[in-house]
């Protein structure tokens, strides 16, 4: 495994892998590091579909909030490069923040609509930070595909229609969350909480697993079903909601309230937003038609 | 000459060129259309430094603002492609509207500071047009070389800063302004002038060519200088002086009113914006020190 920290060694680590395989793959798999097994399941989709497999770790200040985590966002180079060896990644691209912003960044890559929502109502300027800086990385990258957990559906949806939009050659991969034994979704954010917070952040998954009951009733309508919802999760009391929202998914449009859930035929996803203390967790499910698959 | 109107044909033949020659190097033209000399000598320093040359021809609804020329901006590809073939072009790029924006566009790339200024304080909303259709003509052409006018000398610094701030691969190459016989820019939008508007179009390239004997005055501060300008200007009655603006270049920043010119130790810009009718004319000298070849 190959350990880069600027932009010009990983370039030339990759013009060199392509110049031996003109016909070979890159996959790309971004990340903030502090890797766990929803990342480790990104490379090894990564490692069986693509030809090399580049990992990049690099805390993005642009998308963290003056108030939020950026600081205290968690960090283990060692044990994050252990991991990404085991996932059978090739090439690790590290960069230190003056390295990605070397000067006062003018440019800015903004998506609209799809932004105003979910995450991006809480986190103003969050998701233009992160479509700049995966424009950035795909720049520097080149990858054929790129790999994205579906934990962050919202930022699925937005790299989606940045590429579409931009005609950007690379092909998005989404992946299914990956989950604790007990249900937790993984997230680096995990090792914040204490344990009463760790137990209690059951109820987004446990709310979100009952939806495969709650669906098969005929009557429910989508405003009722956001209700009860919110009355599982409030049964945790530790947790302080920041949204619960069904939307269509991917474009991430209001439902009317009183349509029936049943009658769906759109896909559509159920996302939460809940804070234990200072931290905020999220999880989804997105719901597909015709076979609804949660 | 190839001439491809779909983003996959352009794509395929582009891939094809490089397949054949792993080393051979992209050169890129965007435009769009109703060619000139102007344009011929971007095509033809690509033809000198390049072993292909592309060039695209297609007139951006996105940079046109509600109230200005979209629909009447003048179109004759017949001749451009002529004038493409003669001037080296290998392949052309002629995509409709629909094909560029097949669906309503929701990412936008968006350049701040230097766009606020100049052309874009009188145009807004124009540069992030630009600067979007520009990163989508990159994505589909991959050049590694693109030519622009310095006759849109705010445009090629927008570019230039978008280029840097997200890792695009493509070095951008800015080519000299070229003149008519008797000193006019030449400009696609020259073919709105009346006669009379012809004539007195002259009064900008004239003031920039005085720039060279007053910068030999000793004495004379950016103010005053920027008052001759105004002055030569104004000697003709039809024009209508959008700007005159003298600012540090390409970082387009305010310079001092009381700072004396001949003193100056950074690159400049002169910059004009005049209107004659409806039709909106820019002419500029870029000083370079420390020589400070106009």
Known sequence: MIVNYTIKQIRDTI????????????????TMGYLHEGHASLLRKARQECDVVVLSIFVNPLQFG????????????ERDLALAEQAGTDFVFMPSVEEMYPRPMRTQVEVSGITDVLCGASRPGHFAGVATVVSKLFNIVNP?????????????????QMV?????????????????????AMSSRNVYLSPEE???????????????????NEELTFGELRHKMKDEIQKSPLGN???????????????????????????????????????????NAIVRQPLGEV
Chains 1, 2 share one sequence.
Not at 164 to 184: F, H, M, S, T
């Open 15 to 30: 013009s060199t892998f392509r110049k031996r395989n003109p016909e070979g793959t890159v996959g790309f798999v971004p």
């Open 66 to 77: 003056p108030t939020e985590d950026l600081d205290k966002y968690p960090r283990d180079r």
């Open 144 to 160: 054929h595909r790129a790999y994205f957990g579906e934990k962050d559906a919202q930022q699925v949806a937005v790299i989606e």
């Open 164 to 184: 579409a939009d931009l005609n950007l050659p690379v092909a998005i991969v989404p992946c299914p969350i990956l989950r604790e034994g007990d249900g937790l």
């Open 198 to 216: 760790r137990g209690e952040a059951l109820s987004l998954s446990k709310a979100l697993s009952r939806l495969r009951v709650w669906r098969v």
């Open 241 to 283: 909601v920041d949204y619960i929202e069904i939307l269509t998914y991917p474009g991430l449009l209001p439902i009317a309230q009183d349509f029936t859930v049943h009658d769906a035929d759109f896909d559509y996803i159920v996302a939460l937003a809940v804070k234990y203390g200072a931290t905020r967790l999220i999880d």
